[in-house]
């Protein structure tokens, strides 16, 4: 059984930085494509960032190079570290594995505020 468990979301005023934490069970991360999307309600799912069964990563646009994604193959766990964050960035954040098949987190809730 595949399990993808989020954590490290929260409440942080603008400017400040969160790391979230993807812990996977079942797969094994670095034969996937591992991506961090985030959800606002009534607004589309965004993809954040991406880092490939390669290593390569790719961000959304709005990220500019305040987040960065990464992996820890010995803990099989996916991380977002966020910089500068901004109200903005307020959403549900989940963890995404896809090869021949799709499997979510539950996502934890990220709030921007002062």
């Known amino acids: 059984q595949v399990q993808l468990v989020e954590s490290g979301g929260g409440l942080v005023q603008p400017g400040g930085s969160l790391r979230l934490s993807c812990a996977a069970s079942?797969?094994?991360?670095?034969?996937?494509?591992m991506r961090w999307y985030r959800r606002v309600p009534g607004k589309e799912r965004e993809l954040v960032a991406t880092?490939?069964?390669?290593?390569?990563?790719n961000y959304g646009d709005f990220v500019k190079g305040r987040f960065t994604i990464s992996r820890d193959n010995a803990k099989n766990t996916v991380y977002l570290q966020m910089n500068g964050l901004k109200p903005e960035d307020t959403a549900v954040y989940s963890c995404?594995?896809?090869?021949?098949?799709?499997?979510w987190g539950q996502g934890t809730q990220v709030t921007v505020s002062s």
């Open positions: 995404n594995a896809n090869r021949d098949m799709n499997f």
């Open positions: 079942g797969i094994t991360i670095d034969s996937y494509y």
């Open positions: 880092i490939t069964s390669r290593g390569n990563k």
